[in-house]
């Protein structure tokens, strides 16, 4: 089973000298740098969020054993990269030791001819995926694909020109969302793309959102508690 694990779970899996912290990330958790953002949820917080945080130890050992199979994506890292500041050192990680998969965007992010700084604005990201996703007609984003094609400084791999003619899923997603919900609709379409089974994110706005868009979709949006119930509900229906 492939998961791909949000921000919003990474940031919760942190804990600091104060409680737990936001924390964002990258590659091989607890072998590579980390970004990290104050917003702490205290170990005493016994609310929603607490109660998903308290799961997250039977995820990460999930992941370790190899019975599920962690991933990240480019996006994520560079949404993460975005929010980088420096709070107090970290105690704990949650995942650490963890391997995450890298698997590919529908676009890799060099070809959106953006600067870095356009690159990690959250309001760039949305005007991009309304400019170049949702806006074209199927017909203009053939011949982008044919263009791309005859110029010998850009290529597209097999894999982005097979998810720009599936943009509709994109746009199905996005359909009647809030913009600013863009790029969270992105690594969804991503998740989808690669066969992920689970986007785990502990964002229930987004995940009820989405719910109501009826999208037929093989990705599932899911808490960590729904996760692992999930999880427990497959283990007791095998032989």
């Given amino acids: 089973m492939k998961l791909l694990i949000d921000n919003s779970i990474r940031a919760d899996a942190i804990r600091s000298e104060h409680g737990f912290l936001k924390l964002e990330g990258t590659g091989e958790i607890g072998r590579n740098s980390h970004a990290i953002y104050a ?3 205290r170990p005493d917080r016994k609310d929603w969020r607490q109660g998903e945080i308290d799961v997250l130890p039977q995820i990460a050992d999930l ?12 996006e994520l890292e560079l949404e993460a990269l975005a929010a980088e500041k420096f709070p107090s050192p970290v105690l704990e990680d949650i995942f650490d030791g963890c391997i995450l998969e890298k698997i590919p965007a529908p676009i890799d992010r060099s070809k959106w001819g953006m600067d870095m700084d356009q690159a990690l604005s959250r309001e760039q990201v949305i005007k991009y995926c309304e400019g170049f996703f949702l806006t074209p007609a199927d017909k203009r ?6 263009g791309v094609r005859k110029n010998p400084r850009l290529s597209l791999s097999e894999f982005e020109e097979n998810c720009l003619r599936n943009v509709r899923i ?3 997603i996005c359909r009647g969302i809030d913009r600013k919900h863009y790029p969270d609709a992105l690594h969804l379409w991503t998740a989808e793309e690669n066969g992920v089974d689970v986007f785990l994110l502990n964002d229930k706005k987004f995940i009820n959102v989405i719910s109501r868009q009826k999208v037929d979709l093989h990705c599932k949006l899911m808490l960590p508690t729904e996760f692992i119930k999930y ?4 283990s007791a229906g095998m032989p």
């Fill in 39 to 41: 917003q702490r949820v």
């Fill in 63 to 74: 992941i370790r054993k190899g019975l599920v199979k962690g991933c990240i994506t480019d």
């Fill in 170 to 172: 994109f746009r199905e």
């Fill in 141 to 146: 984003i053939e011949a982008f694909i044919l």
């Fill in 231 to 234: 999880i427990k509900e497959m």
